[in-house]
């Protein structure tokens, strides 16, 4: 991913040099952080545009810079450095399904809001099941100094919105993404509640732009925002599927039962994983300000074909095709799982 601070033309520009180190995983404090880059170009306060965000680019596309700028942070031989920033030790999230329709097969109804344990769809399956898994326990290296990210995450609840929904063909701003997440809080007593250890996830339908630049710049992205003095952690996740070669892993994943929501899995860990360990922006991410899933995004490891399509992890008794993620420990790297 990218900070948002650069401009999105430099996210689609040139390719860094991956750089691997060998050190301890201990944070430490940094001495200072650089100025912050926004992706999208300078932050526009009058058009509600948020600069504290991150972009997963489009496959082939640099990552670009990070928040910080990346730079300096703890001297650790991981490869993967700390800023001072917390963490997240007990993850969360709570789904936003903003269409006017159905949007992956099992799905809720639009309209309608419940408990995460009744999402049907395969987003549903993924996220009940991540947390506990070796993979996810990747995530436990990274710590903030008062405890490390917990091998757990819970799926508490999803808003399917179609009131207004964006549909094919239109571009969504930042500023009513955000918008859509506050609303979640307010509208009709609040179908959803704001908790500080929980991650926000939009999703939107096919051939919507969400975000704006969805496609030419990027697949996804996270960020944070300030609401009645609260900190928000919100994921932007357009339909992956709309651009097969740029924003997935191709056909033929797994499971093929429903292409779409396969293809968001493999991003929705990208943007879960990094929330987690880096949820304002100003705790781990390397010297390119790549944060933890940058460092392996589109990077697949050991893979094996199945009846399902093909696959390299099985969490909640479902084959998947998932990015490894970065370990902060020993001399660090890409791995499928932990220990």
């Given at each position: 991913?990218?900070?948002?601070?650069?401009?999105?033309?430099?996210?689609t520009?040139?390719?860094?040099v991956?750089?691997?180190?060998?050190?301890?995983?201990?944070?430490?404090?940094?001495?200072?952080?650089t100025?912050?880059?926004?992706?999208?170009?300078?932050?526009?306060?009058?058009?509600?545009?948020?600069?504290?965000?991150?972009?997963?680019?489009?496959?082939g596309?640099?990552?670009?810079?990070?928040?910080?700028?990346g730079?300096?942070?703890?001297?650790?031989?991981t490869?993967?450095?700390?800023?001072?920033?917390?963490?997240?030790?007990?993850?969360?999230?709570?789904?936003?399904?903003?269409?006017?329709?159905?949007?992956?097969?099992?799905?809720?109804?639009?309209?309608?809001?419940?408990?995460?344990?009744?999402d049907?769809?395969?987003?549903?399956?993924f996220l009940?099941?991540?947390?506990?898994?070796?993979?996810?326990?990747?995530?436990?290296?990274?710590?903030?100094?008062?405890?490390?990210v917990g091998n757990?995450l819970?799926?508490?609840?999803?808003?399917?919105?179609n009131?207004?929904?964006?549909?094919?063909?239109?571009?969504?701003?930042?500023?009513?993404v955000?918008?859509?997440?506050?609303a979640?809080?307010?509208?009709?007593?609040?179908?959803?509640?704001?908790?500080?250890s929980?991650l926000?996830?939009?999703?939107?339908?096919?051939?919507?732009n969400?975000?704006?630049?969805?496609?030419?710049s990027?697949?996804?992205?996270?960020?944070?925002?300030?609401?009645?003095g609260?900190?928000?952690?919100?994921?932007?996740?357009?339909?992956?599927?709309?651009?097969?070669?740029?924003?997935?892993?191709?056909?033929?994943?797994?499971p093929?039962?429903?292409?779409a929501?396969?293809?968001?899995?493999?991003?929705?860990?990208?943007?879960t994983?990094?929330?987690?360990?880096?949820?304002?922006?100003?705790?781990w991410?390397?010297?390119r300000?790549?944060?933890?899933?940058?460092?392996?995004?589109?990077?697949?490891?050991?893979?094996?074909?199945?009846?399902?399509?093909t696959?390299n992890?099985?969490?909640?008794?479902?084959?998947?095709l998932?990015q490894?993620?970065?370990?902060?420990?020993?001399?660090g790297?890409?791995?499928?799982?932990w220990?």
């Amino acid at each position: 991913m990218s900070r948002s601070s650069a401009s999105l033309a430099l996210l689609t520009a040139a390719l860094f040099v991956a750089a691997s180190c060998s050190e301890s995983p201990s944070p430490v404090t940094p001495s200072g952080r650089t100025p912050a880059f926004n992706q999208s170009g300078a932050p526009n306060p009058a058009a509600g545009e948020n600069p504290n965000r991150h972009f997963f680019a489009v496959r082939g596309a640099s990552n670009g810079a990070h928040g910080g700028g990346g730079g300096g942070g703890g001297s650790t031989n991981t490869g993967i450095y700390y800023h001072g920033g917390p963490v997240i030790h007990a993850p969360r999230v709570q789904v936003i399904y903003w269409s006017a329709g159905t949007i992956y097969n099992g799905g809720p109804t639009p309209g309608a809001t419940g408990a995460g344990s009744t999402d049907g769809s395969l987003i549903g399956v993924f996220l009940r099941n991540l947390g506990g898994s070796p993979y996810w326990n990747i995530n436990s290296t990274y710590t903030d100094g008062t405890g490390a990210v917990g091998n757990s995450l819970a799926y508490d609840a999803y808003w399917a919105d179609n009131n207004n929904a964006p549909v094919s063909g239109q571009s969504v701003t930042d500023a009513q993404v955000m918008a859509e997440v506050t609303a979640s809080f307010t509208q009709n007593g609040g179908p959803l509640n704001y908790d500080p250890s929980t991650l926000y996830v939009v999703f939107s339908d096919a051939g919507v732009n969400l975000g704006g630049g969805f496609g030419s710049s990027y697949c996804a992205y996270h960020g944070d925002f300030t609401w009645n003095g609260n900190d928000v952690k919100y994921a932007v996740m357009p339909y992956a599927a709309t651009y097969v070669s740029g924003c997935t892993a191709g056909t033929g994943i797994s499971p093929t039962s429903d292409f779409a929501a396969a293809a968001e899995v493999n991003v929705l860990a990208h943007e879960t994983e990094e929330t987690a360990t880096d949820e304002d922006l100003n705790a781990w991410y390397d010297r390119r300000g790549y944060e933890n899933a940058d460092k392996c995004a589109w990077k697949f490891g050991t893979t094996q074909p199945g009846s399902t399509g093909t696959y390299n992890q099985t969490i909640g008794g479902v084959n998947w095709l998932i990015q490894m993620n970065w370990v902060n420990a020993n001399s660090g790297g890409c791995v499928q799982h932990w220990p």
